[in-house]
């Protein structure tokens, strides 16, 4: 069972273009998290999808961001007109049950995209 | 959301026993308190996971006193693979605070 698998690993892009990241859940895993973070920093965190649903964008900046987790594929991160202060690790996690109030369901992160705005 | 509190960081050597806190005065009466670790350039992975008094796996010990206001985290006989940094989560909302940066010394 391959884990959660994120591509690209490594992002450049132009300021003013717009950078896609996808987050590829594990096998029967049905719920997404987006976090970002910056070096020597915790984990922002950004978004909570269920499939075709956003859950939580608590943490979403109100503007140029935007999440989805169609039916099928991967998740999708997609920043529009990116801006230096965008550059950060971006992880996504997986996990196979809704999130509870009071308790985690165990959740599997990938690897992370690290973008880099240029 | 219960607010967590933990050192920012912690030095100990090889073979020694490291005990991480976690302040959470506000924490509900049904939330179970979570331990993820991430090492340098990885997502985290989730440690240990508990509710009140003792929980132990092959990785470590979760210790909560009665008043759970506060959890410790347990790593027996680090390594210097334990350098990481460990992050406290109250509840379910998956929200994670700066951690605690512990260095594994020889």
């Known amino acids: 069972n391959a884990g959660v698998m994120q591509n690209p690993r490594h992002l450049v892009r132009r300021r003013g273009q717009e950078a896609r990241l996808r987050c590829s859940p594990m096998k029967g895993h049905s719920h997404v998290y987006w976090y970002r973070q910056l070096p020597e920093e915790g984990l922002k965190f950004m978004v909570y999808l269920q499939k075709e649903n956003i859950i939580d964008e608590s943490g979403m900046p109100k503007e140029r961001f935007s999440a989805e987790f169609p039916k099928e594929g991967p998740s999708i991160l997609r920043i529009q007109q990116v801006v230096r202060g965008d550059s950060a690790a971006y992880f996504c996690?997986?996990?196979?049950?809704?999130?509870?109030?009071?308790?985690?369901?165990?959740?599997?992160f990938g690897q992370g995209t690290r973008l880099t705005v240029v | 959301l219960a607010k967590t509190t933990q050192p920012i960081s912690m030095d100990s050597y090889e073979g020694q026993e490291v005990n991480i806190t976690c302040s959470h005065n506000?924490?509900?009466?049904?939330?179970?308190i979570t331990w993820y670790q991430q090492f340098p350039s990885q997502g985290p992975r989730f440690i240990i996971q508990?509710?009140?008094t003792k929980v132990t796996n092959e990785v470590a010990s979760l210790f909560i006193p009665a008043d759970r206001k506060s959890s410790t985290l347990s790593l027996p006989r680090v390594s210097l693979s334990d350098t990481a940094v460990y992050y406290c989560?109250?509840?379910?909302?998956?929200?994670f605070g700066a951690g605690t940066r512990l260095t594994v010394k020889p």
């Open positions: 506000n924490i509900a009466t049904n939330d179970y």
């Open positions: 996690a997986s996990s196979p049950l809704a999130r509870a109030p009071f308790m985690n369901t165990e959740a599997f």
């Open positions: 508990g509710y009140k």
């Open positions: 989560l109250v509840g379910g909302a998956m929200r």
